[in-house]
């Protein structure tokens, strides 16, 4: 009860993969400022629950450390489970799920092996499709929630295995926006270009595998999503450039966006 003797609302709900670095980093942050509590999802546990430590102290909200790595199909399992609840007192519903954890490979694909291959498909399409079902289960029943996924404006060109699962993630959430509208669910699709995070670090590549003007600011990406996430929109591509290259991306011939295929690798 809050002191005028009214029930306190509860605070809603948001699950993020990925929220130990880069975009998924900023984005717990920014739902924490805005009064969410949060299930911090990602393999780090260690990382997960100093996540956890500084977002209680400075907000004041709760924060749910599930510690699961998504390519292990019974870990992602715990993850759905989770998503999926209609919720208790004492696990409230997820009402905003981030589908925001995911990586790159070193190599090209022929130099991977298929495991490596089928890993990074695991986490870049079975986990976010998986966990996309699984909030739709509950939050069509509730008629309330919100899906964002993080994909890339490389799923907009052909460049190897990574823009291809980023394509189906597009597809699927271009689709299931419309679809599930009527049913009160809120689906943005958000693709960022080049941006300053663990990303290219993790594949070993320096920043001068990219031109400078391509590099954007991972707050003004989370700020810019966050914003077009509440005007409503179903797709968001943070900053002009990428607009730009995002809407040629579609009309280029395959011969000419291939030309460009290697920028941000080794
Ligand atoms: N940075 C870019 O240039 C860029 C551009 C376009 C799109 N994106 C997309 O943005 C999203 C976030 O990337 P980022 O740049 O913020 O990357 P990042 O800084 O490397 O952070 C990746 C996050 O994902 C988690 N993660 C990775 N593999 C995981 C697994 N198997 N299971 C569970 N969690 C896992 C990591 O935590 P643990 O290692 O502890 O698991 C970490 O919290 C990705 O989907 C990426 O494809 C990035």
Same mark, same amino acid.
């Given at each position: 009860?809050?002191?005028?003797?009214?029930?306190?609302?509860? =605070? !809603?709900?948001?699950?993020?993969?990925?929220?130990?670095?880069?975009? *998924?980093?900023?984005?717990?942050?920014?739902?924490?400022?805005?009064?969410?509590?949060?299930?911090?999802?990602?393999?780090?546990?260690?990382?997960?629950?100093?996540?956890?430590?500084?977002?209680?102290?400075?907000?004041?909200?709760?924060?749910?450390?599930?510690?699961?790595?998504?390519?292990?199909?019974?870990?992602?399992?715990?993850?759905?489970? =989770?998503?999926?609840?209609?919720?208790?007192?004492?696990?409230?519903?997820? &009402?905003?799920?981030?589908?925001?954890?995911?990586?790159?490979?070193?190599?090209?694909?022929?130099?991977?092996?298929?495991?490596?291959?089928?890993?990074?498909?695991?986490?870049?399409?079975?986990?976010?499709?998986?966990?996309?079902?699984?909030?739709?289960?509950?939050?069509?029943?509730?008629?309330?929630?919100?899906?964002?996924?993080?994909?890339?404006?490389? *799923?907009?060109? !052909?460049?190897?295995?990574?823009?291809?699962?980023?394509?189906?993630?597009?597809?699927?959430?271009?689709?299931?926006?419309?679809?599930?509208?009527?049913? *009160?669910?809120?689906?943005?699709?958000?693709?960022?270009?080049?941006? =300053?995070?663990?990303?290219?670090?993790?594949?070993?590549?320096?920043?001068?595998?990219?031109?400078?003007?391509?590099?954007? &600011?991972?707050?003004?990406?989370?700020?810019?999503?966050?914003?077009?996430?509440?005007?409503?929109? =179903?797709?968001?591509? !943070?900053?002009?450039?990428?607009?730009?290259?995002?809407?040629?991306?579609?009309?280029?011939?395959?011969?000419?966006?291939?030309?460009?295929?290697?920028?941000?690798?080794?």
């Amino acid at each position: 009860m809050s002191s005028s003797g009214s029930p306190i609302a509860p =605070r !809603p709900l948001a699950l993020v993969t990925g929220p130990t670095a880069g975009l *998924g980093r900023v984005f717990v942050d920014r739902l924490a400022r805005r009064g969410y509590d949060l299930v911090l999802v990602a393999r780090d546990e260690a990382r997960l629950k100093s996540v956890a430590d500084e977002l209680t102290t400075t907000y004041a909200v709760s924060c749910e450390v599930l510690v699961a790595d998504l390519v292990d199909r019974e870990q992602l399992k715990a993850v759905e489970d =989770r998503v999926s609840s209609l919720g208790s007192p004492a696990r409230p519903p997820v &009402d905003l799920l981030v589908n925001n954890a995911g990586f790159g490979l070193k190599r090209k694909f022929l130099s991977n092996t298929v495991e490596e291959e089928q890993a990074h498909l695991d986490v870049l399409v079975t986990a976010p499709m998986r966990l996309m079902h699984a909030a739709l289960r509950q939050m069509t029943e509730r008629h309330s929630g919100g899906i964002l996924n993080v994909s890339s404006v490389a *799923g907009t060109q !052909p460049r190897g295995s990574y823009s291809a699962a980023k394509a189906y993630l597009n597809r699927l959430g271009e689709w299931a926006a419309h679809e599930y509208a009527k049913d *009160g669910v809120h689906i943005m699709t958000l693709l960022p270009g080049f941006t =300053r995070t663990e990303f290219h670090q993790r594949m070993d590549v320096g920043r001068d595998a990219v031109p400078g003007p391509l590099w954007l &600011d991972v707050e003004r990406v989370v700020d810019e999503a966050l914003a077009d996430f509440d005007a409503g929109k =179903r797709l968001s591509i !943070p900053t002009k450039r990428y607009k730009v290259i995002a809407h040629a991306s579609k009309h280029l011939p395959v011969s000419v966006l291939q030309r460009f295929q290697s920028l941000g690798r080794r």
